[in-house]
């Protein structure tokens, strides 16, 4: 049971107000005037100011620290703070918190004019190459007497080739000539070496495509096949042919052409296992009506699988050049 103390403070001759027991009157209450009502947002008791004239004759708060709960006392209250009235020219009408900044809406992607986004850009056509990593890369360059206008440029585009090709296929690539066969590259990496060759390698003699031939597809073929009884996987192979006339030995190149794909058809190689991509250098006629044979003729008349494409000549010799017709023959066997 709650047992409550006052206690009797005198100020000046007049005696102090004892504090009443009964309840405030309504409409008021401590620290408000009669008919005023408390302050919603404040819920804790205040004690009127004491006015300038009779400042004298005002009851002090009550002493609050002889309270008790039956033998344990109660802890002192804190001490009683005047609220200020609130006025509708205050400050209290400002925004609470105005001086914390708003955050920043996010930006909205970059659209097109139908509302998607725009597609990723590729930076180079290196970007593409990287099917050609796959692929033993095999360039079989024609060195007869009429490549010698074009020696320079084929040179400098086989560097290029090599540069771009090693990063994607670490097993470097291989150049093959159809003269100079003691002079054949293999596995390079370093376009250094190609340059050293070509300065040191003269066109001469003649055109046989279909020997060379015979000897680069013969060798891989053979691999293939011993490769079905074991169950080893051999990687595919990519020829590029550059030549600028037609070859002294055409109905040779036909027939290993030809006999290549059926022996690749017999052991049921995947359609990119081998593929030969001719490149015409130069603008002699008869080069490309033979080269164009190739490409068109031989799978319809034999019914062979179809691994023999044609570039024809586009005015220059590049790196991109080479690459780009290297690219297309890769993309026609994978799409068979």
Known sequence: MFRRFSQQTQSGPRPAQQPSSSAPARGGGPGFPAGASPSASSSRRSVPAPSSTSSQHVAAPPDLSALSLGDTPLAPAPPYEAVPPLSSSSSAQAKPFAHVPAPAPAAAPARGPAGRAPPARRSSIEDRL??????????VVDDSPSMVDHWKHVGEALMGVVEKCTKYD?????????????????????????????????????TPTGMVLDEVLRDYVERVEDAKSTRERVKPMLVLVLTDGRADDPDMVKDIIVEMAQRLDEVRAPPYQLGLQFIQIGDDPDARAFLQELDDDLKPQLGVRDMVDCTPYAGEITPDFLLKAALGSVNKALDG
């Open 130 to 139: 990287a099917p050609l990593g796959k692929y033993d890369l095999v360039l």
């Open 170 to 206: 670490k097993d470097g690539i291989d150049v093959v000539f159809l003269n100079n066969d003691d002079r054949r590259l293999d596995h390079v990496v370093d376009p250094r070496v190609v340059e050293r060759t070509f300065r040191e390698v003269e066109p001469f003699g003649s």
